[in-house]
């Protein structure tokens, strides 16, 4: 069976270099693993104490609301005030994610649809490259460079 949105991306960048350690390691180099940022240490008894509370609390095991806790939303517009002076509302402008590629997937599908481009900076994280495919649009890497103008200029081309 193929996967018509899987078959088109490109190689995973992780995996390439994934795969290059492993070949490092087999011959005998010594790698320091810079890779994903995994953890070395184990986490923190208060977090894993507070990990375990939260989970024994019956509150906690069902779903919550589809845009996210509201005190949390509020938080988030708190923050964005005091650090970028950005009004939000928190009620119709923030949602909450399970994390950063979700949010970006999910705003791509949103935004984007068969036959758009986007503009992707160059070198980026996968998930740049990836949502905009899934979300169906095409991909236009634009690298680079010390000159903070040149990511701009591209975009009005």
């Excluded at 923190?44 to 996210?68: F, Q, T, W």
């Excluded at 980026?124 to 200029?153: C, K, V, W």
Aim: aromatic share 8%; with cysteine; hydrophobic share 40%.
């Amino acid at each position: 069976m193929e996967f018509r949105r899987i078959s088109g991306l490109p190689p995973y960048v992780f995996t390439i270099i994934d795969t290059l350690k492993v070949e490092a390691r087999r011959s005998g180099a010594d790698v320091i693993d810079l890779g994903f940022g995994n953890p070395d240490l184990p986490s923190p008894d208060i977090a894993v104490e507070k990990l375990v509370e939260a989970a024994r609390n019956p509150r906690n095991h069902r779903y919550s609301s589809s845009k996210g806790l509201p005190k949390l939303r509020k938080a988030f517009a708190d923050l964005y005030k005091r650090r970028f002076d950005v009004d939000l509302d928190p009620d119709s402008e923030v949602i909450t994610t399970i994390g950063a590629k979700e949010g970006l997937s999910h705003l791509m599908w949103v935004l984007c649809q068969s036959g758009d481009s986007v503009l992707v900076p160059a070198p980026s994280y996968p998930i740049h490259i990836f949502a905009p495919i899934f979300a169906g649009a095409n991909i236009r890497e634009i690298a680079l460079s010390e000159d903070q103008d040149t990511f701009f200029e591209a975009m009005k081309d």
